[in-house]
Every structure is written in C-alpha cells, then in structure tokens.
C-alpha cells in the first residue's frame, strides 16, 4: 500500500471539509487555503467556503458580503455543501446581494440621516426579499445561526417596521401625532412577524399624549419629547385647581408629578444647572484655598522638625 508522504489540493480540500463537518473552521480554513495554493483557483469550492468561514462573528460587516459575493460570482458550480448545508449558488448569490443592502441601509438608519430617503429605500428592499426570496428560509442564518425561521417574508415584514420607524422618528420633532400613526403601522408589521411591538406601542402612547403646561399654560404633545412629567409636590389645595385628565391634564394622578412643556424644562433645568455650576466653582476656589493654608503648615512643621533633628544630632 502506497503512502502518500505529501498531501495534494484534493486532500487538503477534502481535510477542510471534514474539519467544516466537525465545526472546526479555523484548521478548516487552512486547510481549504492550501488547497486552493496548491491547485485551486477563484472559481473553486474552496475560495467560497473560505469567504463563508470569515463570515463568522462578522455578520454585520458590509466587507464580507461583498468578499462572499465576489466569490459566489466566480464560483463555476452551481451547488456545494458547506458542512452539513447544501448550498445553491445563485439564491446564495440574492440573499448575500440584498443582506449587503440591508447592512447599508440600518446603518445609515441607525445614524439618523436622511431618514425619509432611508425608509423608502428599505421598502424596496423589503419587496425584494418577499418578491426575490419569499418563503425560502436565508442560507447564511442557517450556516450561522442555525436559524431557518428567517425567510425572505419575515425580512419583508421586519424591514417595512423599520422603514415606518425611520419615518416616525423623521417627523416626531415637528409632528409627534404623525409619528404615533407611522409608530402604530410598524407595530402592525412587527405583530405579522410574531413580534409584541410593545415597544412601538408605548411610542404610540407617549406620542400621543397631550398635556396642558404647569408653568406656561400651553398644550404640548409628545411626552419625553415636547413635554416631561417632573416629581414636584403638589398641596391638596393645588391638585383641586388642577387636572390629572385628558388633554388638559397638568399633573399625574399621583399628586407627585406635573406635567411640564419643554420649552419651560429646558428654561428651568438651563437655570438651575447656572446655579449650580456657581456654587460648584466657590467650594473649589475654597477647596484650593483651604489646601494652600494646609500646605503652608505642613511646610511650616517640616522645616521645625529639621531644626529638631539637626539639635539633637549636636
Ligand atoms: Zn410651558
């Protein structure tokens, strides 16, 4: 029986492959990249299952779609298995080309800019996960997760509450009860997922909340955001002269809170912060006063303490 002292592509392929069964990707990877050194080319299996093992740990970064895809592309067959996954080529080649948009567009929904731009453009995409991928579950989730719930519908529904979240917080600063209906349709897209939406619930009650200003008397809507509750005691006598209901409320049904516009919040918290900043810089020019007289007499106490020394020593 020959002995095979050197391992040829082939080998080193297959090596890469038991080591991908096993979950061990990173001698899989060394393996699969002496394969590829020594026989293989862009258009190999192995160059693939290479760009899938950086993948790992890395699924929100634009850079390994694009290495994946560029790969996929060059890739000669249409089918591979990757461990325990049979994987098609060209569905493989949508999912990667639509994740990498996605990846994009949270991003720069995630930093808040051009939102409406944003949001129309992850409707399209949306519709191209449901039109594209439909009720095919996504290979990557699989491979990585172990996650066949995720299909192109549930990324359709998923990424049309994103897009009416992006809107909602678009137009919350100049129209709040806008963006308690945008809130209310994400939710609804969210609830077809399987998701509570209870966060876009309690958006769409905050939102929507109307209160009448303790100090300035007007009518604000949106709480957290053009109105605060602020903790203030409130006599008996002055919760008879106020409301804790509907739109005119100024006050918390628990006596403890009032009900307060932003512009008279941002007034009083701009104030108190002068105040205090006043105060804290008097106890710091006392502090490094206090310190300068301490010094002083520690300095005063070294030089007697010397003397003492320098008598006894004679
Ligand atoms: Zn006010």
Known sequence: MAFKLFKDGNDRYE???????RGDFSKARSSLQKSLEKEGGADDVAAVQIALIDMMGNLDNPNVYANLLKNLKSLKSSEFDFGLTHVYRDPLITETELTYRKIGLMNQRAQKKDLEAVSANLQTLAQEFQGQIGDQHLIIQEIFNNDTTVTGTSEFFNLMAVSYEALSDSVVWANPSQAAEYEQIAMGYRQQNGQSGSANDARVRAYSNTCRCWVCGRS???????????????????????????????????NKHIYICRACY???????????YGYHQKSMAEMRAMEARIQAQIAALEREISTVRMMSRS
Do not use: Q
């Open 220 to 254: 604000a809507s949106g709480e957290g955001i053009h109105f605060y509750s602020a903790p203030a005691d409130i006599s008996p006598a002055l919760a008879n002269e106020s409301s804790a209901e509907g739109t005119n409320k100024n006050r918390a049904e628990d």
């Open 15 to 21: 090596e890469g492959n038991e080591y991908i069964k």
């Open 266 to 276: 941002s007034s009083i918290s701009n104030r108190a912060d002068e105040i205090a």
